[in-house]
């Protein structure tokens, strides 16, 4: 699968619920605190979603600058 690029535009609307859904669903499965708040900062506050971002959310102890 070809990496897509980061558009740099803010999520909103829909993928930003789809995000808040599934950030929900990670906590009520007792996933770690950190690595939700990792994930939020990338997909709803930055609005990256790249492969590099998101695996640097789930797997690392730094912040989710690239």
Same mark, same amino acid.
């Given at each position: 699968?070809?990496?897509?690029?980061?558009?740099?535009?803010?999520? #909103?609307? #829909?993928?930003?619920?789809?995000?808040?859904?599934?950030?929900?669903?990670?906590?009520?499965?007792?996933?770690?605190?950190? #690595?939700?708040?990792?994930?939020?900062?990338?997909?709803?506050?930055?609005?990256?979603?790249?492969?590099?971002?998101?695996?640097?959310?789930?797997?690392?102890?730094?912040?989710?600058?690239?």
């Amino acid at each position: 699968m070809e990496e897509e690029q980061e558009s740099g535009r803010p999520v #909103v609307g #829909v993928p930003k619920q789809a995000f808040e859904a599934f950030l929900k669903a990670l906590e009520e499965k007792s996933f770690p605190v950190d #690595v939700i708040s990792r994930l939020r900062k990338a997909l709803i506050e930055k609005g990256t979603v790249s492969e590099p971002t998101i695996k640097n959310a789930l797997f690392s102890d730094n912040n989710t600058d690239s």
